[in-house]
């Protein structure tokens, strides 16, 4: 009965994936263009960030393989346990919202 509890766990974790490159210049002016007071230096803050935390308990999830709507909620929940402040917490999730429409869009 393990096994099976095991095999459906981790068919229910995100696809692994490398980590994430840094955001066209087209990603970068379309974060900001959706939301006013995000910047160059803020989205590469949260790729730093998403970099250094998000790899030290998991591998880099695939980050189109979770829809943009669950994402807020998952970083609510990871922000906890890799100690991200608020603001940090809202730099790792511009930049991910970010990776994945630049992702999509290549």
């Excluded at 696809?15 to 007071?37: D, E, I, R």
């Excluded at 829809?67 to 922000?79: F, H, K, T």
Aim: with cysteine; aromatic share 4%.
């Amino acid at each position: 009965m393990p096994c099976v509890a095991l095999a459906l766990l981790a068919a229910c974790y995100p696809k692994a994936a490398p980590p994430p490159g840094a955001l066209s210049a087209n990603a970068v002016a379309s974060a900001s263009a959706q939301s006013p007071g995000v910047t160059a230096t803020s989205l590469s803050a949260g790729r730093e960030l998403f970099l250094a935390k998000c790899n030290g308990c998991h591998a880099y999830p695939d980050l189109t393989a979770i829809s943009e709507d669950r994402w807020p909620g998952i970083l609510n929940s990871m922000a906890k346990k890799s100690h991200l402040g608020p603001d940090e917490r809202t730099e790792v999730l511009q930049f991910i919202l970010a990776s994945r429409s630049d992702q999509a869009a290549r």
